[in-house]
């Protein structure tokens, strides 16, 4: 199965399920019709995601997700000329989900398809709209599951610099904030809290990691041993001190991040840099991103924010990358790593 159209008019349909959010989203002639994001909301109460019931969730939505994404584009499956959807990483089941649909309709409607890697679709979200940074650039790319800084090169060609060894700094956010008392997901709230606090108010260690790599274990575990010290002192030592203990971790996180990208800068003469991810959405961490740039006489680039959580449009947009290279996949490729 090839494709039949000029790549500039290629309608793509791509679909997303790597995590708990099942999504699908249209994109034809340089341009998104449709980003339809079906959430699941069951998991707040228990401080995190259940892997079983996310995948149970997707096969519950991801036909009505789909059909709506279509809709809203003005397409029927016909009009369609590709597929790309989510090949990893991810939570096995909920992959699969994606996986298994996107080749059952490719199958049953001659569609080519292809898999498409959740992370370059992250950092590709900076040419779906707005402004376009220009190549090489670096980008950070920072989620609940992964953070790495890459460089972009030419014909999308993405070169892994460094990454985390251990926990991922939205899995940092999330675990700070259940030591806070914050309900799950914990990153968009540490960061309106912190607006109202001094981010210079308590110290917290980062962790020495050789070259352009980050950890953040020994992190979560200094903020741990803090709040056990001072709440033995105060039981309500955080209810009184939550916006400067928002503020004064969101600080450390940010800093550390930025400190490496400076570093990546300075090592290759890029300073035109970008940012992707859902921890790319963070206040505090855009601002910095723009200052960092500004130093160095350079550009800061963003996506939209609905383009840095999980979401299809970047997986529709990347897809269309794949499919004009003729990058196809198999209906016996299974493969939920980076290839």
């Known amino acids: 199965m090839e494709l039949a159209k000029n790549n500039s008019q290629l309608a793509i349909l791509g679909i997303e399920s790597s995590c708990d959010d099942t999504s699908a989203s249209v994109y034809m002639n340089g341009k998104i019709y449709s980003n339809v994001v079906a959430s699941q909301k069951i998991h707040e109460e228990f401080g995190g995601i259940v892997p079983e019931w996310a995948s149970r969730k997707h096969q519950q939505n991801i036909v009505p997700t789909v059909s709506a994404a279509l809709q809203q584009a003005g397409l029927g499956i016909d009009q369609i000329d590709g597929i790309s959807c989510t090949q990893g990483p991810g939570l096995m089941g909920s992959l699969l989900v994606g996986h298994s649909f996107a080749k059952g309709l490719s199958l049953s409607s001659g569609i080519p398809y292809v898999n498409v890697d959740h992370i370059d679709a992250h950092v590709l979200s900076h040419f779906i709209d707005g402004d376009i940074p220009p190549l090489p650039f670096l980008c950070l790319l920072v989620s609940g599951g992964h953070t790495q800084i890459v460089v972009v090169r030419h014909d999308f060609e993405i070169e892994i610099l460094g990454k985390t060894i251990d926990d991922a700094a939205g899995e940092a956010f999330d675990k700070a904030g259940k030591m806070l008392n914050l309900p799950y997901p914990a990153g968009p709230i540490i960061d309106q809290k912190a607006k109202m606090g001094d981010p210079e108010a ?129 209906l016996t490729d299974v493969c939920f790593t980076r290839k």
């Open 202 to 330: 308590f110290q917290f260690n980062t962790p020495n990691v050789a070259a352009l790599d980050f950890s953040f274990s020994g992190l979560k575990t200094s903020i741990l041993y803090f709040l056990q010290k001072e709440v033995r002192k105060d039981k309500d030592f955080v209810a009184k001190n939550i916006n400067d203990l928002c503020a004064s971790i969101q600080h450390t996180i940010v800093s550390y991040l930025v400190s490496k990208l400076e570093k990546a800068m300075k090592q290759t003469g890029i300073n035109h840099i970008g940012i992707a991810g859902g921890v790319a959405a963070n206040s505090e961490l855009r601002s910095a991103l723009h200052s960092l740039a500004a130093k160095h006489k350079g550009v800061a680039y963003e996506p939209k924010f609905e383009y840095c959580t999980d979401n299809a449009a970047m997986i529709a947009y990347a897809g269309k990358v794949k499919l004009e290279r003729k990058e196809y996949g198999t």
